[in-house]
């Protein structure tokens, strides 16, 4: 960050080569105020255009990311270091999203229930709710501000965006392409960009009144501070933050399926998803076969390391300088809590690479599969490995972190599967469980989100756009006599 002769200016910069790609000016509070300002009097003009109508500009916003989606998952590539097929994937969860969301415009539902007074009539209504803060981490710099903006525009609403100080250049780009294309249709000021400190911008933002929901994903420290101060002003928080995601292995698995499910599960998006699969619980019969197994396929990854947007590349870097830190500091205390390195463990060093790279790395937890380290989200590609011999003390130790996003049970009995999905709730304690799949790659259906730290936060599919609107319920008396609930008498 610098300050050039009066505003600051941070540096977007390629994790692949550890250069700048631009310099991106701050807004200060002072723009965060007139945005905000300007936000609400946007906000009244939308929600007055009907539902469908509001379809028709995210169904042209979707087209427009269709139009755009090579150029665009080629940016997300060189600012976060995405992968080419994972790039464009984030694009295509845009194009996704606003097709759901347009189909959603013509279906927003309401509820008529049976009122206990003759001649009454008891229904709900869902309204526009007002102006949407929303704030994105750097690993999904496109796709969760769309899982937010889409299902808010239909529902009436503003979006005013707050992206990660490490994908500047992304979010100008996806919130310009929904901006031109609103306002080309003669809705200027629906999409909002706001970029800036947290200091500066992000505590304005969370702390204003005007904005009845916070939306942030991110780590679980920025979900505390976030959802400590919407709470204080009574506003509504979504929160989407960090997981500690493990998949259980059982004696019945299909291990061919599982293998290919765990590596990508672990170091797809080199380990930089919240849904990454960072502890593999395994029954010890199969372990040291599958261990073996893993550890070869973790070897035969190390060639390919490299350039994200080279064919060929599985893993790319991590985002920034601080990261490798991270994943050096996570390794160095296995070591020390006793754990073994099977594969990786160290930066990757090669002539051709020049940014963030380190090694997928596999580490065997101690015999005690006492790991204090793997209780933590490290934001890199390490996977724990842990035994068990019963399959109820596999699911405790999946549920013993502070965390509750995503699992997953690789089994070939129903009996194991229903016992980890188990309806009575004591099976896996986490918002996404899978069977036979791995612990990431969603799709925008479902609702997305997890609990306990995780924040409880609901996105994307399924109901989640209840979250964008406010309910309200309404008796209407069509008797023409006065008649009070429960049969009270005030004459
Ligand atoms: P981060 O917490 O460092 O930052 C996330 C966002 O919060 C950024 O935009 C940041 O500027 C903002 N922020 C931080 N402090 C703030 C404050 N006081 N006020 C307002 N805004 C503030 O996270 P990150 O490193 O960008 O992303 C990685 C984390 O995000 C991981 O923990 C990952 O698991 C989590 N994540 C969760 C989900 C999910 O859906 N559950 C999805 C993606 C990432």
């Excluded at 590609?381 to 003390?393: A, N, Q, S």
Aim: aromatic letters at 6%; one cysteine or more.
């Amino acid at each position: 960050m610098t300050a050039q002769s009066g505003p600051l200016w941070i540096a977007s910069e390629n994790p692949t080569t550890a250069g700048t790609l631009a310099w991106v000016k701050l807004d200060t509070a002072a723009d965060y105020e007139r945005q905000a300002t300007e936000a609400v009097e946007s906000f009244k003009r939308w929600r007055s255009i009907p539902a469908p109508a509001r379809g028709l500009v995210v169904r042209a916003i979707g087209d427009a990311f269709r139009t755009h989606k090579h150029d665009l998952g080629e940016l997300v590539s060189l600012e976060v270091g995405k992968i080419r097929s994972e790039g464009q994937g984030e694009i295509q969860e845009i194009v996704d999203i606003a097709d759901f969301a347009v189909g959603l415009s013509r279906q927003l539902p309401g509820l008529t229930l049976p009122s206990e007074r003759a001649g009454h009539r008891l229904i709900e209504q869902w309204l526009p709710l007002g102006v949407v803060g929303v704030i994105s981490a750097f690993n999904f710099p496109a796709a969760v501000w769309a899982w937010n903006a889409c299902l808010a525009a239909v529902a009436g609403d503003v979006t005013l965006w707050k992206p990660s100080l490490l994908a500047p250049l992304t979010a100008i780009a996806c919130n310009r392409i929904a901006d031109e294309v609103a306002t080309s249709m003669g809705h200027p000021g629906v999409f909002r960009l706001i970029i800036g400190t947290d200091t500066e911008v992000g505590e304005s933002m969370i702390a204003d009144k005007r904005l009845p929901l916070i939306s942030a994903t991110g780590s679980c420290r920025m979900g505390k501070r976030v959802g400590a101060v919407v709470a204080q002003r009574l506003g509504r928080s979504l929160l989407e933050l960090g997981g500690n995601n493990a998949c259980i292995v059982h004696k019945d698995a299909d291990l061919d399926l599982t293998l290919p499910a765990i590596v990508f599960g672990a170091v797809g998006t080199a380990g930089q998803r919240c849904t990454t699969t960072r502890r593999l619980i395994i029954h010890e019969s199969i372990a040291d076969t599958f261990v073996q197994r893993l550890t070869k396929a973790y070897q035969s990854l190390e060639s390919r390391i490299g350039d994200p947007l080279k064919d060929g590349t599985l893993i790319g870097p991590l985002v920034n300088a601080k990261a490798v830190e991270q994943f050096e500091h996570a390794v160095a205390q296995a070591k020390a809590q006793g754990a073994q390195i099977l594969a990786g463990g160290s930066r990757a060093e090669r002539s051709d690479i020049r940014g963030h790279f380190v090694r997928p790395t596999l580490i065997k937890a101690p015999a005690s599969n006492t790991l204090p380290i793997a209780l933590e989200e490290t934001f890199a590609p390490i996977l724990y490995v842990f035994t068990y011999r019963e399959l109820d003390e596999a699911i405790a130790m999946q549920n013993s972190v502070d965390q509750g996003l995503s699992s997953s049970v690789f089994t070939e009995s129903v009996r194991v599967s229903e016992r980890f999905l188990h309806p009575d709730g004591s099976g896996s304690d986490c918002g996404i469980a899978n069977v036979n799949c791995g612990t990431s790659g969603a799709e925008i259906g479902g609702a997305f989100g997890g609990e306990k730290e995780t924040g409880g936060g609901r996105e994307s599919g399924s109901d989640s756009w209840k979250a964008y609107m406010r309910r309200q319920t309404c008796t209407i008396n069509f008797s023409g006599k006065l008649e009070l609930a429960q049969g009270i008498r005030f004459e």
